[in-house]
């Protein structure tokens, strides 16, 4: 009960942040006469999908594209409660919180699609034919290589917790990371590095208390704090999210962690009863076939499903022969992160060791 009352406390306090977007769509009309419209609910930034919903017009020059943004956990809940409902939101959710997908596809809330796309698609990236997951994308630390030295980069997971320790007047209020309160993805990251090792995931969480860390709801927010000079470090960042800033940002540094990487496909989920199936079906068919592959890797989401980093990232040259990944997989596990007593726990219990009960989350420092 105390931990239930004190997460309650915490949502209350929760900033706006945690709100949808906006509910008007970003609109591309068809490059054709239109016949037909595909409504998009996703929580995936639009500059990294952009590339990807403009090629695949080139290929259905006849389809107008509605693209809705939101933040994982506002994804969830409105589809979840429109689902309930029985008037499904839109054609296909995207959303990097893939656990969350798998709920509304066990509640009954997606329609399965078979196809030779889906059929060509890792087994661990297909659950039921329900869910898929459509890109490779690691977790990873980022840096401001203004203000952290060579010899402080952190390239393990325990190596940033002993920096913390080590320098903590330092870095006091400079490490960013989600808000897992607010953030579906932040909740799935930290629930997946807490099954890998929980000795060391429970150190870096108390070395972040002590450096007084600040939270955020998306990757956007993070990065931003960054490339601003408010925070140095960011920790568990979406790799995709992090290169496309590094490229418009040469202060920036990425670090695949060493000791294990966590990678997870970004889902997609074609709505029960979608108003336009054929066209859901058409664009999901396309997220997995080689030509979108090609621009999820080399103009989307940049990491590729061989392990193959792109170039300027430190770390192994390939994830998968390196053993340094660790696929969070498109399963029934899965289903268990989204278990709502053991959610509403592991959440407690991460404010309680990162805030406690006389702090609240910082601002950055100016």
């Not at 490339?227 to 695949?256: C, D, E, F, W």
């Amino acid at each position: 009960m105390r931990h239930l009352i004190f997460l309650l406390v915490l949502f209350m306090s929760a900033p706006a942040t945690a709100q949808a977007i906006g509910k008007k769509p970003v609109i591309f009309p068809a490059l054709s006469t239109a016949s037909a419209t595909l409504d998009i609910h996703a929580a995936t930034d639009l500059p990294a999908m952009e590339p990807l919903l403009r090629d695949f017009q080139q290929a259905a020059p006849d389809i107008t594209i509605n693209y809705f943004e939101y933040v994982t956990n506002d994804l969830y809940k409105a589809a979840d409660e429109a689902c309930r409902a029985g008037h499904p939101i839109g054609d296909i959710l995207l959303s990097s919180s893939v656990d969350q997908l798998m709920k509304l596809a066990n509640d009954g809330c997606a329609g399965a699609h078979r196809s030779p796309e889906t059929k060509r698609t890792a087994r661990w990236a297909n659950w039921r034919d329900e869910v898929f997951g459509f890109t490779y994308e690691p977790s990873i630390f980022v840096y401001d290589s203004r203000m952290v030295p060579p010899e402080d980069v952190p390239r393990s997971h325990a190596d940033l917790a002993e920096l913390l320790r080590r320098r903590i007047d330092f870095y006091r209020g400079r490490i960013g990371t989600y808000d897992i309160r607010l953030s579906g993805i932040g909740y799935l990251l930290a629930y997946s590095d807490a099954r890998q090792t929980t000795t060391v995931y429970g150190r870096l969480l108390e070395s972040m208390s002590r450096a007084d860390v600040v939270t955020r709801c998306c990757n956007s927010e993070i990065l931003e704090l960054i490339t601003g000079g408010q925070l140095y470090i960011g920790y568990n960042i979406l790799g995709s999210y992090a290169y496309a800033a590094m490229l418009k940002n040469p202060h920036l540094r990425i670090v695949v962690p060493q000791d294990y990487t966590l990678v997870l496909r970004r889902g997609a989920l074609i709505s029960k009863d979608a108003p336009n199936l054929a066209a859901a079906k058409r664009f999901l068919d396309y997220l997995l076939s080689e030509r979108g592959q090609r621009v999820s890797r080399e103009k989307a989401f940049f990491f590729a499903e061989d392990g193959t980093l792109p170039k300027g990232v430190d770390g192994p040259e390939t994830l998968k022969e390196s053993g340094v990944a660790r696929p969070i997989r498109i399963g029934p596990s899965l289903l268990a992160a989204q278990d709502q007593a053991q959610r509403l726990r592991f959440i407690a219990d991460w404010a309680d060791v990162l805030f406690g009960s006389a702090r609240r989350p910082d601002d950055p420092p100016k």
